[in-house]
């Protein structure tokens, strides 16, 4: 875990120059830390990004104590996983670090609003989307079987064309990464889920 201290401690500063409590806190590996329209998009939630570059299911359960120590948000939205699978992690492992981390979040902050978006498909990642749908498959039956105030957010079929292959449009060139469309993408379905009560959110 040593290879992300340096960005942990970089959102660490961040946090402790907080002049206000955040609503939302974005969680989880670069997918999120590259979202840079974030805080204009979910303005009214008053949104956080705590994404951290490469950062794994694993690692955002390793780092949570130290980056939420002073934070007390309203709720948390998470993405992560797809950076396990790719250093060759196994479906039920991933499975077992989210649990992980949602214990850690029930732990210190009770049945707030949580929201875990899907892992997504992506071109570079390709050779290993049997992994990434069965990953899903496996936390989107455990928040259906465990309840409480947490959704699946599915960002996935969206992402996919009617053959199921990941859309180009929605990904930088390196097959990866999202562009801007992608977020704006992101953006609109995660506002449904808020809108639908899935998350159940108060604007400032």
Known sequence: MQWYEEEVKRIETEIA???HEPGIVFYGSSSIRLW???E???QEYDPLNIGFGGSTLAACGWFFERLFANLNPHAIIVYAGDNDLGDGRSPEEVFLFFNELVH????RFGDIPLGFISIKPSISRWDI????RQTNRLIEAGIKKTGGNICYIN???SMTDKAGYPKAEFLEPDGLH???????LWKDIILKYIINGNL???KR
């Open 17 to 19: 120059g907080l002049t």
């Open 36 to 38: 840079e329209s974030l």
């Open 40 to 42: 204009d998009d979910f």
């Open 104 to 107: 850690l979040i029930r732990q």
């Open 129 to 132: 989307v049997d992994k990434i």
């Open 155 to 157: 960002i996935y079929d």
């Open 178 to 184: 999202i562009t801007e469309k992608g977020y704006q």
């Open 200 to 202: 159940n959110l108060l």
